[in-house]
């Protein structure tokens, strides 16, 4: 079902992101992003005139992890940003190597790359970046976790509405976790 009716409106601002995963061949993949932001107008940036459809940032960024998600190897580059200067903000991303994406991911990458020492813009995907290298490497581990004993907790148990411990989905695929109301016999 698509979203209602928007009210009368006039466009502003586009962000585009696109993430891609790749199966490198080491076994290893390639998380890559591309964020670009343009208005729909004219304004002045600086000592800079940006016309309509003018990038005022573009930025791509690699993550390279294990099928465990840790990360071996991260760059980023800032094609376009609003000042001479935002290009020393990407630098930064290689910090993020040897970091595991799990829970804390965030907060252990801020704690690298965050406010002054990297870019806001580049850090924001990394949210994103982190959900598509699980579901890039998802086929390899899950290979792996089909041989672990179903009384250990599944890694995506209680993750989100639809793997809640009482969803009907976790009655399926995982009954021995299910933690919901009991069906009763009519």
Request: proline share 6%; aromatic share 6%.
């Given at each position: 079902?698509?979203?209602?009716d928007?009210?009368p409106?006039?466009?502003l601002?586009?962000?585009?992101?696109?993430i891609?995963?790749?199966?490198?061949?080491?076994?290893?993949?390639?998380?890559?992003?591309?964020?670009m932001?343009?208005?729909?107008?004219?304004?002045?940036?600086g000592?800079?005139?940006?016309?309509?459809?003018d990038?005022?940032?573009?930025?791509?960024?690699?993550l390279?992890?294990?099928?465990?998600?840790?990360?071996?190897?991260?760059e980023?580059?800032?094609?376009?940003?609003?000042?001479?200067?935002c290009?020393?903000?990407?630098?930064?991303f290689?910090?993020?190597?040897?970091l595991?994406?799990?829970a804390?991911?965030l907060?252990?990458?801020?704690?690298?790359?965050?406010?002054?020492?990297?870019?806001?813009?580049i850090?924001?995907?990394?949210?994103?970046?982190?959900?598509?290298?699980?579901?890039t490497?998802?086929?390899?581990?899950?290979k792996?976790?089909?041989?672990?004993?179903?009384?250990?907790?599944?890694?995506?148990?209680?993750?989100?509405f639809?793997?809640?411990?009482?969803?009907?989905?976790?009655?399926?695929?995982?009954?021995?976790?299910?933690?919901?109301?009991?069906?009763?016999?009519?």
């Amino acid at each position: 079902m698509p979203l209602s009716d928007a009210a009368p409106r006039k466009k502003l601002h586009h962000r585009r992101i696109d993430i891609s995963g790749f199966e490198r061949e080491d076994g290893q993949f390639d998380i890559e992003a591309e964020l670009m932001d343009s208005k729909t107008y004219e304004f002045d940036l600086g000592p800079r005139r940006m016309m309509p459809g003018d990038l005022i940032h573009h930025m791509h960024a690699r993550l390279t992890v294990t099928p465990e998600l840790l990360i071996t190897a991260a760059e980023a580059v800032t094609i376009a940003g609003p000042y001479s200067i935002c290009g020393g903000g990407a630098e930064s991303f290689a910090k993020l190597v040897g970091l595991p994406i799990k829970a804390g991911f965030l907060k252990a990458a801020n704690e690298r790359i965050g406010g002054v020492l990297g870019c806001t813009h580049i850090r924001e995907f990394l949210q994103q970046m982190a959900t598509v290298a699980f579901q890039t490497t998802y086929p390899v581990r899950a290979k792996r976790e089909s041989t672990i004993p179903s009384s250990e907790k599944p890694r995506l148990l209680n993750t989100c509405f639809a793997h809640d411990s009482n969803s009907e989905v976790t009655r399926v695929r995982w009954p021995e976790h299910y933690t919901g109301p009991k069906a009763t016999v009519a």
